[in-house]
């Protein structure tokens, strides 16, 4: 079947706008992970949703950033008027039901804040 | 707080040698210990966890619940080992918290 996708793969934006990320998790998976990977940095997490439920949402950088999740299935992130900073790869991963189950990674947006 | 450390950043080992890729965590409970690699260009992805107690390609790692330590060791490194590693710590239907990852470079 599928593994998981992102779109866009690659985005470009100016400073000050704001952007949507997606990601389609394999189907039936219950747990949903967004991680962001900066150049030279290791994975920091963002937030996790349980179905359509986020109990983890402590990695959110600031409130700038917000994430949904619908019908259990494709997630959201999007973050508001975007910072150079803001500039990394965003991983998004799905698992059965969480925790210890084996996450899949998709392949990651490429978000470039000019 | 679950935490999950690698200390180093980098390392190199000349093909052949042994390798040993070292990881500790902080956890209170019975934690799920995974370690995950990226290729060079391409998705994340798991190598192995150490509820299954298996070798995949040639790496093993024993959970050292004494010294909480998860080190993942190889004899004979590969070129094709040169990657991005991963420890992560996870517990039952919670997140998953990942080391800040090393890079593992396999001179010919």
């Known amino acids: 079947g599928a593994g998981v996708s992102q779109s866009p793969s690659n985005k470009v934006t100016e400073k000050g706008k704001d952007v949507e990320l997606r990601c389609d998790p394999i189907?039936?998976?219950?747990?949903l992970y967004w991680y962001r990977q900066s150049l030279g940095q290791g994975l920091e997490f963002l937030i996790y949703?349980?179905?359509?439920?986020?109990?983890?949402k402590s990695g959110l950088p600031s409130d700038r950033f917000s994430a949904e999740r619908t019908g259990g299935s494709v997630s959201t992130l999007t973050i508001q008027r975007t910072q150079q900073e803001d500039s990394a790869v965003y991983l998004c991963a799905s698992s059965g039901r969480g925790g210890a189950d084996t996450q899949y990674f998709g392949p990651g947006t490429r978000l470039t804040v000019l | 707080a679950q935490r999950v450390t690698q200390p180093e950043k980098l390392l190199s080992v000349f093909k052949g040698a042994p390798v040993e890729l070292k990881c500790n965590y902080s956890y209170s409970g019975s934690p799920e210990l995974f370690w995950y690699v990226q290729y060079s260009r391409q998705r994340l992805q798991l190598l192995l966890r150490h509820i299954s107690r298996e070798s995949i390609k040639g790496f093993t790692a024993d959970l050292n619940k004494g010294e909480t330590s998860f080190h993942l060791k190889k004899p004979f490194a590969q070129e094709e080992d040169s990657a991005m590693y991963y420890c992560a710590l996870s517990e039952p239907y919670d997140k998953v918290i990942f080391g800040p990852g090393t890079s593992l470079s396999v001179i010919p």
């Open positions: 949703f349980q179905g359509n439920s986020a109990p983890d």
């Open positions: 189907s039936g998976h219950t747990a």
